[in-house]
């Protein structure tokens, strides 16, 4: 049963541009979480995602972030427009239920010129 | 905002010392996790405490609840290079699926 797999694990863009990461969750798991890792600071929740459905974006940027999760296909995080402070990395975890144990990728490493 | 408090920031050690790291807060938790994540990888999960007062043992490491279940402490014996890493502690309020992480404790185990 493979992990949670997260693409790319590095991405490099110049500001003004757009990333799109990619996580495919394990096997079964229907819940998605994403969370971002500035340098030096700790995880901090983004968006809680089940199949179609935005739960909770509460810890995301009003603008330039957007979140889904589609019936067939990976669950997609998208940056329009970055900037410097976008850099960071972003980890995507995955749960059979909604209070059941994270399961985490290795995360997607933007760096932002 | 909850907030988690981690100390010490770093700590390097000697191969076979004993060490115990904290995680402490002025809020209550349904549960606190901790996790330890490898440089370039994500997080795993090591533990999960929900009882105040539980403890937890995982090989050489220890794991503790608050009786208030505002803090917790690990605790690892006789430390190897193997165990260097990051720990984090993560907690969760009744009813919240959110974890809230704490900065981390950077462990450096020397041989």
């Known amino acids: 049963n493979a992990g949670v797999m997260q693409n790319p694990r590095h991405l490099v863009r110049r500001r003004g541009q757009e990333a799109r990461l990619r996580c495919s969750p394990m096997?079964?798991?229907?819940?998605v979480y994403w969370y971002r890792q500035l340098p030096e600071e700790g995880l901090k929740f983004m968006v809680y995602l089940q199949k179609e459905n935005i739960i909770d974006e509460s810890g995301m940027p009003k603008e330039r972030f957007s979140a889904e999760f589609p019936k067939e296909g990976p669950s997609i995080l998208r940056i329009q427009q970055v900037v410097r402070g976008d850099s960071a990395a972003y980890f995507c975890a995955s749960s059979p239920q909604v209070d059941g144990e994270l399961f985490f990728g290795e995360g997607s490493r933007l760096t932002v010129l | 905002t909850q907030l988690l408090e981690q100390s010490p920031q770093f700590l390097s050690i000697q191969e076979g010392e004993n060490l115990t790291v904290y995680c402490n807060s002025s809020?209550?938790?349904?549960?606190l996790q901790w996790y330890r994540q490898e440089p370039g990888e994500g997080p795993v999960l090591l533990v999960t405490?929900?009882?105040?007062?539980e403890v937890k043992k995982l090989k050489r490491l220890t794991f503790q609840f608050g009786d208030a279940r505002k803090d917790s402490s690990l605790h690892i014996t006789a430390a190897q290079p193997g165990d260097t890493g990051l720990y984090l502690c993560a907690a969760s309020g009744a009813g919240s699926y959110q974890l809230t992480f704490g900065k981390g404790t950077k462990l450096s185990v020397i041989p």
């Open positions: 809020s209550v938790f349904s549960s």
């Open positions: 096997k079964g798991h229907s819940h």
């Open positions: 405490v929900v009882t105040g007062g």
